[in-house]
């Protein structure tokens, strides 16, 4: 037995001794039972195998997602590099890159003439176009104003096989202001195998327009003053061997302008002439005469014109724009600023009736920097409807030979030497003729006012004129005749009851509207009246043809008379309608006249002076004063 074995009883017995032994003493630890002793970590042995399990679940986990991953990017690449060589270079497919459109033919055109082209197309691709279509779209009209639409046509090319060229000729028609540029959109429409897609291969190709058809001139200030009448001098000549037939000429205004006149007169409206046909070597001219109005110093107004073929659908309308013009107008403060007011009014026309006198005022105002000399202000009259015996002036001087009227050095001081910024006004006064003298009627009357300002301005080598004019028409409005009469003894009907009016017993009366109109024609003529409540309407109308209605409701009685002409009831037969009413007194009215009809009032548009016209006429009542056969007293009611 060794050394070790021999050690082990006798440490057993050792400890037997010292358990059994009465001197032992057993050393007790005492603990606080509320003190609550830390946690030990103490793992054991089965925690680390679970912690190895877990970190090997882990890293098992994440290899086989990093496998996924790198294949997924493999997958990708692999996807991208199929896709990019199938695109461009392999399999069925197309790419536009691949086909070319090439345009064969001359970049220069005469506008209106024929242009041939041939358009080239090769098909560069491993396969072929299916259903390909040639889409041909260029410019109609010479590209401004109205009537600029694109032609557009569509040739059917079938299939273009890999590696093939394909020829087409193209012929256009083109129009346009000469050195002007058009371009041409060539498309070409395809299909692929096994695709229901539509592609599209577009080319542009420019022409520029060495002449045009028609040749279009405008001779036209390029500055004017707010107020100043300008005039355009329009010249169409044909830039063909062959006539045109059926040419419009379209002139578009811009705000501001009004158009005054024009000779040749337009076709329709104010600013389109029907040229008919035109002939080679032959010039048609335009003058176009108007005046800047609402315009501002520093604005520039642009202005429109088109020449070309009349459109089927639209006699009015340019179909196919030949040639366009553009001009453009600066607007410059005046040298001297010159306004005509006439009874307040600044407008350029003015309407008046006979009845009304006619004040006129000629404001001035030196914008210059300079003084201004010798200034003289001169006012033309003119006009059917001038009542030349009427003119009256305040220092200035009628010159009725001439029909003008004067202001000077001589008449004013102060115009001999007008200071920069300096002004003031003149005035005058008159009138117009009657519009019906010995039986014959004023046609379209008016008066026609042409003012205008001039002087000197002394410069440091010359003197320079200055000048400014303004002027105003005043249209005179038609005299029309309204008269309305109440009868009982006399008119188309059979009147009946007492005369004078009994108390509670009914009389009827005739009542008569006569109309007369003297110059213009007047349009939506109408009469309106209504009814006093102890009347009726009893319905008879004379002559039945004449529109009058009444309405029970508000015992309101209508007239719709319409057109009245010129020179009605004067030279030719006037517009009258009777109408029979009726009245049963009450005993509060005894001793009086009651009323049969109340105001009535008649109104209108003159059509020459554009304005809408009211006539009134007061009530009528049984005093019967146009009744030739009505009795003294036969107004007042009686019992």
Do not use: C
């Not at 001009?327 to 005046?334: E, L, Q, S």
């Amino acid at each position: 037995m060794g050394e070790h074995d021999q050690e082990k009883p006798n440490r057993l017995e050792e400890i037997k001794s010292r358990l059994f032994s009465r001197n032992y003493k057993t050393e007790i630890e005492h603990r606080d039972i509320f003190i609550r002793p830390g946690r030990a970590d103490v793992p054991g042995a089965w925690q680390e195998n679970e912690a190895t399990q877990n970190m090997e679940n882990f890293f098992m986990k994440t290899s086989l997602f990093k496998k996924f991953f790198a294949f997924a990017v493999a997958f990708f690449l692999l996807a991208v590099v199929y896709a990019g060589y199938s695109f461009l270079g392999g399999g069925n497919t197309v790419s536009n890159d691949n086909i070319d459109i090439s345009i064969i033919g001359n970049t220069f055109a005469a506008g209106g003439e024929e242009l041939n082209l041939q358009a080239q197309i090769v098909n560069r691709n491993n396969s072929s176009l299916d259903l390909a279509d040639l889409i041909v779209e260029y410019p109609r009209g010479s590209g401004e104003g109205e009537g600029e639409t694109t032609e557009r046509f569509r040739e059917s090319l079938g299939t273009i096989p890999a590696g093939a060229i394909r020829n087409e000729n193209i012929q256009v028609v083109l129009f346009g202001q000469t050195g002007s540029s058009r371009r041409i959109k060539i498309s070409l429409e395809y299909r692929v195998d096994g695709s229901n897609a539509i592609f599209v291969k577009e080319k542009f190709y420019d022409i520029s327009i060495s002449s045009t058809p028609v040749d279009l001139s405008v001779d036209a200030p390029g500055e004017v003053s707010p107020n100043q009448s300008v005039v355009f001098n329009i010249k169409i000549n044909l830039n063909s061997v062959a006539s045109a037939s059926n040419i419009l000429l379209k002139f578009n205004y811009p705000p501001g302008f009004q158009f005054e006149k024009s000779v040749p007169a337009p076709s329709f409206g104010n600013n389109v002439w029907n040229l008919g046909d035109l002939k080679p070597g032959v010039e048609r001219g335009i003058s176009v005469t108007g005046r800047m109005i609402d315009v501002f110093d520093g604005e520039e107004k642009t202005f429109h014109l088109a020449v070309g073929s009349q459109s089927t659908e639209d006699k009015a309308a340019i179909g196919v724009i030949f040639n366009s013009f553009s001009h453009t107008i600066a607007i410059r403060k005046p040298f001297v600023a010159t306004e005509l007011i006439v009874n307040g009014s600044a407008g350029r026309e003015y309407a008046v009736d006979t009845k009304t006198p006619i004040r006129g005022e000629i404001r001035w105002l030196n914008n210059l920097d300079t003084k201004i000399n010798n200034l003289e202000i001169r006012l033309k009259l003119s006009g059917n409807a001038l009542d030349r015996r009427s003119v009256e002036v305040e220092d200035g001087r009628y010159d009725s030979l001439n029909d003008v009227i004067i202001w000077d050095k001589n008449y004013q001081s102060e115009l001999q030497e007008v200071d920069p910024g300096g002004g003031g006004s003149v005035s005058f006064s008159l009138s117009s003729l009657p519009l019906l003298s010995s039986g014959e009627v004023v046609r379209d009357p008016l008066i026609r006012l042409e003012a205008s300002v001039a002087g000197e301005q002394a410069l440091a080598d010359e003197m320079k004129s200055v000048n400014n004019s303004d002027t105003k028409t005043v249209r005179i409005i038609s005299d029309i005749g309204f008269a309305s009469k109440a009868l009982h003894f006399s008119g188309p009907f059979q009147d009946t009851g007492p005369v004078p009016p009994r108390v509670e017993q009914e009389t009827t009366y005739t009542i008569v509207w006569t109309l007369t109109n003297t110059a213009n024609s007047i349009s939506k003529t109408r009469v309106v009246s209504t009814l006093p409540p102890w009347a009726r309407f009893l319905g008879p109308v004379s002559p039945a043809a004449e529109n009058l209605t009444y309405n029970s409701g508000a015992k309101e009685i209508v007239w719709e008379v319409g057109n009245l002409n010129r020179g009605a009831g004067i030279l030719g037969p006037g517009r009258e309608v009777a109408f029979q009413v009726a009245i049963i007194p009450s005993l509060s009215q005894v001793g009086t006249a009651p009323t049969i009809l109340n105001d009535a009032a008649l109104t209108g548009h003159d059509d020459f002076a554009n304005v809408n016209i009211r006539v009134n006429k007061s009530s009528l009542n049984t005093r019967l004063s146009n009744d030739p056969l009505f009795p003294p007293s036969g107004d007042r009611v009686v019992e």
